[in-house]
C-alpha cells in the first residue's frame, strides 16, 4: 500500500505565493518520476513540474511552459518528498493540483488533490 498525502493549497491575491508539499509512503518501490499535475474546472489534468530518475543525485526537471520562471520543484529523497514553490501567481493557476508518483515497475500513485485558487 502506498500512500500519498499533499498539503499547502489554499487562498492567494494574484502576484502572491503558495508553497504545496507532497509526501509518500508505504511499501514503495524506487520512485522513477515524482512531481505535480493540476487539473482546472472543465480541463484535463495537466503536468506541472516533475522530477524523473527521482532517486539520483543530479534528476531531470520538467516544467510546463506556462510555469516556467515562476514555479520551482525541489524534493528530499530520504523523505519521499517533493515540494512545489509557487511564485507570481495568476488566477489561471486555479486548479486542483495532484501529486503522482511512478516506480520503478511504471505503477503510478495519485495524491488526492489540494485546491489552490487565485482571486484577481
Known amino acids: 500500500q502506498v500512500q500519498v498525502v499533499e498539503s499547502g493549497g489554499g487562498l492567494v491575491q494574484a502576484g502572491g505565493s503558495l508553497r504545496l508539499s507532497c509526501a509518500a509512503s508505504?511499501?514503495?518501490?524506487?520512485?522513477?518520476?515524482m512531481g505535480w499535475y493540476r487539473q482546472a474546472p472543465g480541463k484535463q489534468r495537466e503536468l506541472v513540474a516533475a522530477?524523473?530518475?527521482?532517486?539520483?543525485?543530479?534528476?531531470?526537471?520538467n516544467y510546463a511552459d506556462s510555469v516556467k520562471g515562476r514555479f520551482t520543484i525541489s524534493r528530499d529523497n530520504a523523505k519521499n518528498t517533493v515540494y512545489l514553490q509557487m511564485n507570481s501567481l495568476k488566477p489561471e493557476d486555479t486548479a486542483v493540483y495532484y501529486c503522482?508518483?511512478?516506480?520503478?515497475?511504471?505503477?503510478?500513485?495519485w495524491g488526492q488533490g489540494t485546491q489552490v485558487t487565485v482571486s484577481s
Open positions: 503522482k508518483l511512478s516506480d520503478r515497475l511504471s505503477h503510478d500513485y
Open positions: 508505504g511499501n514503495i518501490l524506487s520512485i522513477n518520476v
Open positions: 522530477y524523473k530518475n527521482f532517486i539520483t543525485s543530479g534528476g531531470n526537471t
